[in-house]
Antibody
Framework: QVQLVQSGSELKKPGASVKVSCKAS????????MNWVRQAPGQGLEWMGW????????TYAQGFTGRFVFSLDTSVSTAYLQISSLEAEDTAVYYC?????????????????WGQGTLVTVSS | DIQMTQSPSSLSASVGDRVTITCRAS??????LAWYQQKPGKVPKLLIY???TLQSGVPSRFSGSGSGTDFTLTISSLQPEDVATYYC?????????FGQGTKVEIK
């Protein structure tokens, strides 16, 4: 069965960096795009972008350029989200989220599977 | 970018009631619309995609309809386990924007 297992909660100081991991199992990792979704406390879902797990090419949503980096280690079927220069406003749960369907050029899919979420808290 | 607007923001209904949530896109998105359910403290779950196709394992009391700019999610008979926030998401082209969510509670 498809599983996305994320790394544990993080408490960071402003200005620090954090790297969240998302280990996939139960399917061919490089056949499905991986999205990242943010949910601030008490707020809705915000799509941060996605990474092509076949080519490693990331696409970032507006507002998530510069300090946010998506990366992969396909040898261990793991996707990563790194956030640098953390700000209090980055406090949120971050989800990795796999497309429902396999990647096709130019096609966007709904999310079929979600990781359990990683809470990143930024506080001095 | 296309904006997705859900209404109402919250609702309270009795067990057994028919519940309808609306999602409106600022431009035509054909039928590239998904609905997700997020129960309190839990991970979102895909309910419906392509506006009206039920994801495997989702109870048949959930249904979706619409095309173009106006879409609805209907719960035909509200159950206690349906207490959740429901989000629509358009995915015709990037960015796949979510609506702001509709919180459903039991009266």
């Amino acid at each position: 069965q498809v599983q996305l297992v994320q790394s544990g909660s993080e408490l960071k100081k402003p200005g620090a960096s954090v790297k969240v991991s998302c280990k996939a199992s139960g399917y061919t990792f490089t056949s499905y795009a991986m999205n990242w979704v943010r949910q601030a406390p008490g707020q809705g879902l915000e799509w941060m972008g996605w990474i092509n797990t076949n080519t490693g090419n990331p696409t970032y949503a507006q507002g998530f350029t510069g300090r946010f980096v998506f990366s992969l280690d396909t040898s261990v079927s793991t996707a990563y989200l790194q956030i640098s220069s953390l700000e209090a406003e980055d406090t949120a749960v971050y989800y990795c989220a796999r497309d429902r369907n396999t990647m096709l050029r130019g096609v966007i899919n709904p999310v079929g599977y979600w990781g359990q979420g990683t809470l990143v808290t930024v506080s001095s | 970018d296309i904006q997705m607007t859900q209404s109402p923001s919250s609702l309270s209904a009795s067990v057994g009631d028919r519940v309808t949530i609306t999602c409106r896109a600022s431009q035509d998105i054909n039928n590239y619309l998904a609905w997700y359910q997020q129960k309190p403290g839990k991970v979102p779950k895909l309910l419906i995609y392509a506006a009206s196709t039920l994801q495997s394992g989702v109870p048949s009391r959930f249904s979706g309809s619409g095309s173009g700019t106006d879409f609805t999610l209907t719960i035909s008979s509200l159950q206690p386990e349906d207490v959740a926030t429901y989000y629509c998401q358009k995915y015709n082209r990037a960015p796949p924007t979510f609506g702001q969510g509709t919180k459903v509670e039991i009266k």
